[in-house]
């Protein structure tokens, strides 16, 4: 149950983002989550969106450098201290978080969190049977309609 | 102590031309029977060593070049048995393999009097403390230097370079009289001094002895102005011997070439024929009183002119221009040589596009290098800490195959130039 994130080299210049994020609105694809890991000379910008596959072949065609990272969406209880339990009940597997960002969901109650780690499967594996669940692609878009 | 280190500077044109005469045949006939290189070299161009009868018959000499020492890398081109060598030095050459030279007992006393007459032409005496700050290692700066203060009977402080905080302290707790080092650096020493609450004019430091890489005049005042001293460029390649081949007096407009022992010619840089007095082109070195590597007509790439008119010093030995550029793409940062090449070399050895752009900054005096290369595909990832494991592994390698340091700038692919033909791919903002 992945979410495939899209993964864009961003050099630190004026107008590059709007740029990329320019090529997406042309060709209509939806943004639902966003997060920027930035440096000194660069920035990863990092996407969930509608079509992720022709959101990939269009940067490319523009010459942007880009992937497809397969991550995990995370449905956790909007409240104090879900994040906090979820993280540590993948870190008591061993699980590292690479990296982790949330966004708003129209579900009531409810908060989504994009993370990376090394291992899907382990990560998923490690998640069953507690109150977190797994968010697949089209549950996040079919949601946010 | 005298003006003058040695005689040979004060001597009779006459008296120098039959010295370099006999120097010269001498030196020809020892590369034809030790040195396979030069026997084949001559043999092929069709010369044989008793057609070398004086300093003038030199133009018949064939050129040797930097890519010759590479090809008889580490020590094919040494005329003597490794019995005969008491030390060897290295500079960073343009694929990986450095440039070796070698010096026998003799070369060393030769290079360090070069550098005692330097010393002494620029006003150091015997009861001055040469503070040197040049690297002490395989490169030549550091030992040249201190063999030449010990030569002349000076105290040689060898701090060689970094930690210019200690750099200070050492130039007041000892009260050092005469600095060696690069021009930026001490500069760098300069802004540092003040920033330690310091003033140059109350330190006992009245002599700067500056070279490693090309400074102009304006530099000359600014460094006069940092450090409260009077500021000498010397001049020097490893091949040839070291700093010292060249440097300048109390006149300071042309540097004195130790032409007894290295023998100069400027020619077109095109046509290799020889250039009169005055003209600019590429600077030639003979080395006429060297045993262990006894170059012939070696080409250095730098361009810069000569002159045999009187100098008001008393020294008759001809005079060598400041270079004013090079016959080749060699950049000198922080005194080290530095080949486009040797980044290319980096780049392809790590799988990747040879499509790079060097940017060269002076910042805070000090010279910077930064390499941009374009980011691919197989290096991109979604994770910060995957590509900086990148950045680190080309930046060491940078380290290793340049011997300086380089920061690494990743870019959008495609966005630098690209070209056809020869590239321009250096981009040199410091105003020297």
């Given at each position: 149950m992945y979410i495939k994130q899209i993964s864009i080299f961003v050099e630190n210049k004026p107008g590059r983002l709007?740029?990329?994020?320019?090529?997406?609105?042309?060709?209509?694809?939806?943004?639902?989550?966003?997060?920027?890991?930035?440096?000194?000379?660069?920035?990863?910008?990092?996407?969930?969106v509608n079509d992720p596959d022709t959101a990939l072949e269009k940067l490319k065609a523009a010459g942007i450098t880009s992937s497809i990272t397969n991550v995990l969406a995370i449905g956790i209880p909007d409240e104090a201290g879900a994040f906090s339990d979820a993280i540590r009940t993948l870190s008591a597997k061993g699980i590292n978080v690479e990296y982790a960002y949330a966004f708003i969901t129209p579900e009531a109650g409810a908060a989504y969190v994009i993370i990376r780690v090394e291992d899907n499967d382990a990560a998923a594996e490690a998640l069953k049977g507690t109150s977190i669940k797994l968010i697949g692609q089209q549950e996040i878009f079919n949601q946010s309609k | 102590m005298s003006k003058y280190y040695s005689a040979t500077e004060v001597a009779t044109r006459e008296y120098l031309h039959d010295l370099q005469s006999e120097r010269l045949v001498k030196t020809v006939r020892s590369c034809y029977e030790?040195?396979?290189?030069?026997k084949k070299k001559l043999d092929e161009a069709g010369i044989k060593p008793e057609d070398i009868k004086s300093i003038d018959d030199i133009t018949k000499l064939p050129f040797t070049i930097k890519q010759d020492l590479r090809d008889n890398y580490p020590f094919g081109l040494f005329a003597v048995p490794k019995e005969k060598l008491v030390r060897v030095h290295a500079s960073s050459g343009t694929t990986g393999k450095q440039t070796v030279v070698g010096y026998t007992k003799n070369d060393i006393d030769v290079w360090s009097e070069s550098t005692a007459r330097a010393?002494?032409?620029?006003?150091?005496?015997?009861?001055?403390?040469?503070?040197?700050?040049?690297?002490?290692?395989?490169?030549?700066g550091g030992l040249g230097l201190h063999y030449g203060a010990e030569k002349l009977g000076a105290t040689a402080i060898p701090v060689s370079s970094g930690n210019t905080q200690r750099q200070v302290q050492i130039l007041k707790d000892f009260g050092s009289?005469?600095?060696?080092?690069?021009?930026?650096?001490?500069?760098?020493?300069?802004?540092?001094?003040?920033?330690?609450?310091?003033?140059?004019?109350?330190?006992p430091l009245r002599i700067g002895i500056f070279g490693a890489e090309p400074w102009s005049e304006k530099m000359?005042?600014?460094?006069?102005?940092?450090?409260?001293?009077?500021?000498?460029?010397?001049?020097?390649?490893?091949?040839?011997?070291?700093?010292?081949?060249?440097?300048?007096?109390?006149?300071?407009?042309?540097?004195?070439?130790?032409?007894?022992y290295f023998y100069p010619e400027i020619v077109d840089p095109d046509t290799l024929e020889p250039l009169p007095d005055g003209e600019y082109g590429e600077l030639v070195f003979t080395c006429i009183g060297k045993e262990a590597l006894p170059l012939i007509r070696y080409r250095t790439r730098d361009i810069a002119s000569i002159s045999h008119e009187k100098c008001a010093c008393g020294r008759t030995l001809v005079k060598m221009s400041k270079p004013k550029g090079r016959s080749d793409d060699m950049l000198i940062i922080r005194?080290?040589?530095?080949?486009p090449s040797q980044v290319e070399h980096v780049i392809l050895t790590l799988g990747m596009e040879p499509n790079y752009q060097i940017i060269v900054d002076r910042i805070n005096n000090l010279d910077?290098?930064?390499?941009?290369?374009?980011m691919s595909d197989t290096m991109f990832s979604d994770s910060v800490k995957k590509i900086e494991d990148s950045e680190k592994k080309i930046k060491a390698a940078m380290q290793t195959i340049l011997g300086v340091s380089a920061n690494i700038s990743l870019?959008?692919?495609k966005t630098l130039p690209r070209f056809e033909g020869k590239a321009q791919r250096v981009i040199d903002n410091r105003k020297i």
């Amino acid at each position: 149950m992945y979410i495939k994130q899209i993964s864009i080299f961003v050099e630190n210049k004026p107008g590059r983002l709007a740029d990329i994020t320019g090529i997406l609105a042309d060709n209509k694809i939806d943004i639902r989550a966003l997060s920027i890991a930035d440096t000194t000379d660069y920035g990863i910008l990092r996407l969930i969106v509608n079509d992720p596959d022709t959101a990939l072949e269009k940067l490319k065609a523009a010459g942007i450098t880009s992937s497809i990272t397969n991550v995990l969406a995370i449905g956790i209880p909007d409240e104090a201290g879900a994040f906090s339990d979820a993280i540590r009940t993948l870190s008591a597997k061993g699980i590292n978080v690479e990296y982790a960002y949330a966004f708003i969901t129209p579900e009531a109650g409810a908060a989504y969190v994009i993370i990376r780690v090394e291992d899907n499967d382990a990560a998923a594996e490690a998640l069953k049977g507690t109150s977190i669940k797994l968010i697949g692609q089209q549950e996040i878009f079919n949601q946010s309609k | 102590m005298s003006k003058y280190y040695s005689a040979t500077e004060v001597a009779t044109r006459e008296y120098l031309h039959d010295l370099q005469s006999e120097r010269l045949v001498k030196t020809v006939r020892s590369c034809y029977e030790h040195i396979p290189f030069y026997k084949k070299k001559l043999d092929e161009a069709g010369i044989k060593p008793e057609d070398i009868k004086s300093i003038d018959d030199i133009t018949k000499l064939p050129f040797t070049i930097k890519q010759d020492l590479r090809d008889n890398y580490p020590f094919g081109l040494f005329a003597v048995p490794k019995e005969k060598l008491v030390r060897v030095h290295a500079s960073s050459g343009t694929t990986g393999k450095q440039t070796v030279v070698g010096y026998t007992k003799n070369d060393i006393d030769v290079w360090s009097e070069s550098t005692a007459r330097a010393l002494t032409a620029a006003g150091a005496t015997r009861s001055d403390y040469i503070h040197i700050s040049y690297g002490y290692g395989l490169f030549t700066g550091g030992l040249g230097l201190h063999y030449g203060a010990e030569k002349l009977g000076a105290t040689a402080i060898p701090v060689s370079s970094g930690n210019t905080q200690r750099q200070v302290q050492i130039l007041k707790d000892f009260g050092s009289n005469v600095l060696c080092c690069t021009p930026s650096y001490a500069l760098h020493i300069g802004e540092t001094i003040r920033q330690m609450g310091m003033d140059p004019k109350e330190l006992p430091l009245r002599i700067g002895i500056f070279g490693a890489e090309p400074w102009s005049e304006k530099m000359r005042e600014e460094l006069e102005n940092s450090l409260a001293i009077k500021a000498y460029d010397i001049y020097g390649l490893s091949e040839i011997a070291g700093p010292g081949v060249a440097y300048e007096c109390c006149e300071r407009n042309g540097m004195h070439v130790s032409e007894d022992y290295f023998y100069p010619e400027i020619v077109d840089p095109d046509t290799l024929e020889p250039l009169p007095d005055g003209e600019y082109g590429e600077l030639v070195f003979t080395c006429i009183g060297k045993e262990a590597l006894p170059l012939i007509r070696y080409r250095t790439r730098d361009i810069a002119s000569i002159s045999h008119e009187k100098c008001a010093c008393g020294r008759t030995l001809v005079k060598m221009s400041k270079p004013k550029g090079r016959s080749d793409d060699m950049l000198i940062i922080r005194g080290v040589n530095v080949f486009p090449s040797q980044v290319e070399h980096v780049i392809l050895t790590l799988g990747m596009e040879p499509n790079y752009q060097i940017i060269v900054d002076r910042i805070n005096n000090l010279d910077t290098m930064t390499v941009k290369i374009e980011m691919s595909d197989t290096m991109f990832s979604d994770s910060v800490k995957k590509i900086e494991d990148s950045e680190k592994k080309i930046k060491a390698a940078m380290q290793t195959i340049l011997g300086v340091s380089a920061n690494i700038s990743l870019v959008e692919p495609k966005t630098l130039p690209r070209f056809e033909g020869k590239a321009q791919r250096v981009i040199d903002n410091r105003k020297i």
